[in-house]
């Protein structure tokens, strides 16, 4: 046998080490060269500020702060990560920009920790990056910390993200759930129950078809018009998980008053209302995640409306009830046949029901 | 919303609520049959806009809550079992059973889904044929042709891991059970109008003449529900006891007759347990012998569970129309909807729920 009839060598003969996988692998929560590879390709291209490049184990909190400090927290988990409307990157950003936000101050700036399923593709990490980049970018709030894990294949479901955020009150007091008071009007920003009927939907258990959005939004922005305009909010709060009805039993416990809503007024999605009806939901439990309900002097209740309206994430916002001193912690709703019915909080699990 | 607006028009309301007062010169006791109407009635307020001479006492048509103890107990033991795929109608995974409930064998690592359709269960065992999927087949006539074509598609399809926990219950028979006890106080009925689309209402004359009662075939809308009452309270005014059809965009005298043959293909009448009231004869459905392949209660050994109701919760009579929820000493302490005692209080539909999440928990 001649040299020339053997392969060419293909030394070395250990593995080198391969960067460029299509999904995540444990190697990626290493801390090692696959984890800053990550980063670089990942995270960085997106969430490109001063702070983050910067590279420390800390970020500063961009600008000098006066007076009082909100902080904020929320784990975000979804399933599927991608629905109508939004995904786990825009729900994961807004989550925690409208959280703070309801605080009455200016959402600064936010932190992210991301946990990574095994196999994971990083197609689909890039694609919840990205959203979650052109999310902070709407609100104008930067992303200025990061961390991310990794965990086995079966020990999370795709990726999990908590966000954290700080925002400035100044020399205000925080808006809190406990300073609703007799005779003030409650409203809603738009319609109720569409982030959680879209997400329902988008499982595609329910042989269900129907053109559901998620309300997905930070609304920072459209806050800030309302705190511009008036100092006068008692209370202001988004309904997420449990919905309207649970959102505002806790107010209602909180600031020991009555809240009475009126069906008639409440602004309900017409494929959400039928989809409901179908699956035996109240959309007055079912989760927002775009919506804030505002609680303020009936006097002010008509112009915040009106600014409200003007918003692109407020156009079909209403004035739904009002606060009395009657019946305390209680929510009551005024049906639209002129009966009366407690609304009480969401009790377990919000389970379909029979028939 | 169409075919659900009109019937909430306030001013029709109104119109008919005043009506009724007009009419209801004496009191009356008229049951609503069907769980969903108490549920609508809780939840527009509609028996707040009726006459004092009007008392409305709400049936046994819950399937969820009928469903006997031992029944769950036995579909728990099944879901916890290796390889189960356990599915169900989602109110019924907050059942307690005598030691557990689903949703909490689900945080276990069992295999609980909630489904919407049975058919649904079909293709999980289609798509996972080396687990046993069961399905909780529980209601009234409304679901049975549902199940029974499960059964039908299954058995085409040669589905060696597809059963039924059967626990189908038939309206007719509680009426007369309710009717023929010593303790009866209802006169009038509004039969369940959507369990009449399967079954039309013919077999409600003999019940109507051997009691006495006018039975109202009513909807779920607030104006169906005050129609059915309307025309209850005027018969019972003019002494009267007809079978009236107040829900005729839906119901005919015949009902469903295919649905009626995919049913009476599949199920043969038993004998049936109900929660809290006992057996009541012939009132219930069961797998056919050529269908009792798909039986679970054969395919997994249960025979040996045998459970005892709770002592202190009184659903029986409030499924009979006997007690109110408030009049039972356990409501609102010791059994609410996080820790219900009683089905009745578990599932939206059940009259002890449907009271506490819409009228003020002091009753």
Redesign the interface.
Known sequence: MTSSEYPPMQAPVCPLPYNDYETIVMAHGSGGALSLDLIKKVFLPCFSNPALLAGNDFAEVPGFVHGRVVVSTDAHIVSPLFFPGGDIGRLSVSGTVNDLAVSGGIPLCLTASFVLEEGLKISTLEKIVKSMADTSLEAGVPIIAGDTKVVERGKADGIFISTSGVAVIGARRAIVGSNAQPGDAVIVSGTLGDHGLAVLTARG???LSADIRSDVAPLNNLIRKVTEFTDQIHVMRDPTRGGVATTLNEIAQQSHVGITLFE?QIPVH?AV??AC?L??FDPLYVANEGKVIIILPANLAHEVLSILQHEPYGQNARLIGQVQAD?PG?VHLK????????L?ML???L????? | MRYQDEFRDAELVRKLAARIQETAQHPWVIMEVCGGQTHSIMQHGIDQLLPETIELVHGPGCPVCVTPLELIDKALAIAALPNVVFCSFGDMLRVPGSSTDLLKLRSQGAQVKIVYSPLDAVRIAQENPHLQVVFFAIGFETTAPVNASAVLYAQKLGLQNFSLLVSQVTVPAAMHAILGSPHNRVQGFLAAGHVCTIMGYHQYHAISQKYHVPIVVTGFEPLDILQGIFLAAAQLERGSSLVENAYPRLVSEQGNIPAQKMIDAVFEPCDRNWRGIGMIPASGLKLREEYEFFNAENRFDVSSISTRESDICISGLILQGLRKPPQCAAYGTLCTPQHPLGATMVSSEGTCAAYYRYTSKEG
Do not use: A, F, K
Not at chain 1, 335 to 342: A, E, L
Not at chain 1, 351 to 355: E, H, T, V
């Open positions: 258990e329910l042989g008639d017409p209302r039928s009806e699956l035996g019946s209680t049906t639209s046949i002129g009966g009366t019915r407690v009480s009790s377990g699990e389970l379909p029901r029979i028939c």
